[in-house]
């Protein structure tokens, strides 16, 4: 999390709550740098999962593991002890999105976050391995081009790649919750904004003077800040109300050329560039469809959680994320 101040926020700490296990799948990444250390600072006992060891200061014990292959062979004994009895999971698990779509690159997506979740149910046939509760991480790419239909939890799912890969992975997710009966909290993110992820990419492009709109800018681009999005992760855990699936975004709907504008404007840069959609094409091949989408997406569920986001502002996040 950043070190500046957050402003005041509510959360829904219960007074006298006890440490609890929480298994973190995907922990080393963005998220998981922002939900471990939260976890641990409101008395949980979180356990990393991941295929590299966290590069952050962290306390929490981590597991090292290729979570797509059999876990009865990929963890050992003694760390599968580790994962006994279990409150709660958060799934995650997902390579980055970005880079072109190459089919190797499009295997890794699919696989890093279809049969991760596949597997992690497989895990949970033995009933010691089993949580009360999953939260699994899912994305609004699963509305695909929306254009300017305004959508909500409800709507139907959209055509191309990620929207098919983010239908898929719900789909496990759904198949845990319906085998076992797991509390099941699905989180559909838009672009995170905070000290890391979508905005450290960002970042040393505009830092440059190089940032711009995206074909005609005009896309909608949902967005979150992370501080916000991970106490909504906390709150999926200890608020049993909580199930089924969410937008997780910020209720200010803006379109990619005005969140553009205003990200150069807080670096004092220029902001003068039109990158059109055959130069993206050839820059990032089908990776570029998928950028100009755009997704005008309406937070319904949103206030049956106790916790309000503060960061509901871009620009207020922008200048808060940026130290």
Request: a positive charge; hydrophobic letters at 35%; charged letters at 25%.
């Amino acid at each position: 999390m950043s070190n500046k101040e957050f402003p005041s926020k509510k959360h829904t700490q219960k007074k006298g709550s006890r440490s609890r296990k929480v298994i973190v799948l995907g922990g080393s990444g963005f998220v998981g740098s922002q939900v471990v250390p939260l976890l641990i600072s409101r008395g949980y006992m979180p356990v990393i999962i991941d295929l590299n060891t966290p590069k952050y200061e962290t306390s929490a014990h981590a597991i090292v593991a290729d979570t797509r292959n059999n876990w009865n062979e990929e963890i050992s004994n003694q760390d599968r002890h580790t994962l006994t009895r279990p409150l709660a999971y958060i799934n995650l698990a997902g390579v980055s999105i970005g880079g072109k779509f190459t089919p190797e690159r499009k295997r890794l997506i699919h696989d890093s976050r279809v049969e991760t979740t596949r597997r992690m149910g497989e895990f949970f046939e033995e009933q010691m391995y089993r949580p009360e509760v999953l939260v699994q991480a899912s994305a609004v790419g699963y509305y695909g081009d929306a254009h300017d239909t305004i959508l909500n939890e409800s709507s139907k799912k959209g055509k191309g790649f990620l929207s098919d890969v983010v239908s898929a992975w719900e789909q496990e997710a759904r198949h845990i919750e319906k085998h076992y009966g797991v509390r099941t909290v699905i989180l559909r993110q838009g672009h995170i904004i905070g000290t890391g992820g979508y905005l450290a990419r960002l970042l040393p492009i505009y830092r440059k003077g190089l940032g711009g709109a995206l074909g005609d800018g005009q896309q909608f681009l949902p967005w979150i800040h992370a501080d916000d999005l991970i106490e909504y992760y906390l709150e999926s855990i200890q608020n049993e109300r909580i199930r089924g699936v969410y937008n997780m975004i910020s209720s200010e709907a803006v379109r990619q050329k005005y969140f553009s504008q205003q990200l150069a404007r807080v670096l004092k840069k220029p902001h003068v560039l039109r990158i059109p959609v055959w130069a993206m094409r050839m820059m990032y091949g089908e990776l570029a469809d998928e950028m100009i989408k755009s997704q005008r997406i309406n937070p319904s569920r949103i206030d049956e959680f106790e916790y309000e986001s503060v960061l509901n502002n871009v620009t207020e996040a922008i200048e808060y994320s940026i130290e």
